[in-house]
């Protein structure tokens, strides 16, 4: 695993409390994806995730708690599947890389596993009719063929969903 020395920034992609593109909604819970790069070989970790400030949206409530994830909407044959997985079984899938939690006061908000690599997508999970604020740092690295099977398994490999559908 090598260091390609870029960086990039992610910041509130959403924008809409129904975000149109790339998204499952089931009950409460939503899946959206922020980030999506196919490219064999490279590799993204996640060194940083923040809340940004208060913006004012009309209609929009802010802030909300949210969970960074690298699990595609797509793995999910439709909405009840979704929403089994997320009432049930989201907080305890490998796919989950951090979390924001407005609740956790003046103590650190932020959890985030800075192992984790993600080699193809990020998504966030967040309340259905919620927009949330996020800022979230990655770097990217050059990995062998092997390395991005290692970091595919290992984002899947206490999932209840199949390898080749992530």
Do not use: C
Not at 3 to 14: A, H, K, P, V
Not at 133 to 140: A, P
Request: hydrophobic share 35%; no cysteine; glycine share 6%.
């Amino acid at each position: 695993m090598k260091r390609t020395g870029r960086r990039l920034t992610l910041s509130n992609d959403i924008n809409t409390t129904t975000p149109s593109s790339d998204t499952i909604t089931a009950g409460d819970y939503r899946l959206t994806t922020i980030f999506s790069d196919d490219r064999e070989n490279y590799a993204w970790k996640i060194v940083d995730l923040k809340q940004l400030g208060p913006v004012v949206v009309a209609g929009a409530n802010r802030p909300v708690n949210w969970a960074l994830m690298s699990i595609r909407p797509q793995t999910f044959i439709d909405g009840p599947e979704f929403g089994v997985w997320a009432a049930n079984f989201q907080p305890f899938d490998n796919s989950l890389i951090g979390t924001y939690n407005i609740e956790w006061g003046s103590g650190n908000p932020y959890s985030l596993r800075v192992d984790h690599v993600a080699t193809n997508h990020l998504s966030l999970f967040y309340p259905v009719n919620k927009i949330p604020y996020y800022n979230i740092t990655l770097e990217e690295y050059e990995i062998s063929s092997r390395e991005e099977i290692m970091f595919k398994i290992k984002e899947t490999s206490q999932s209840l969903n199949q390898i080749g559908e992530q």
